[in-house]
């Protein structure tokens, strides 16, 4: 079976690479972090990804035309907010989102 691809944005490189670590422990799944806008739309372009993670940090702005993009560029990607909280809040928003 296929990994569901999922991509994470986050502005603080230890909480990114925590949530990417945490992602990546369920094997059905496989996780990139991006910090930056241009990488993350770099990375979308590049591979098909189920879902779109928005960490904390994230200006107003900048996730407005992330949002724009990735629904323009694949309207069946599924994008959900990330706030913090364990990896069973983590687990679950993702399960939820995925269907």
Known sequence: MNQIQILVIGRHPEILQTVVRLVNNNPDWNATGCITD???IN???KQPFAL???????EKESE???CAHFKAANSGTK?????????GL???EIFAALG
Do not use: T
Request: charged share 15%; aromatic share 8%; proline share 0%.
């Open 90 to 92: 983590l687990s679950a």
């Open 64 to 66: 407005d035309e992330l």
């Open 79 to 87: 994008i959900v907010q990330h706030y913090g909280g364990g990896s």
């Open 52 to 58: 779109v993670l928005l960490g904390g940090g994230i």
């Open 38 to 40: 241009e990488e993350a």
């Open 43 to 45: 990375a979308f372009n």
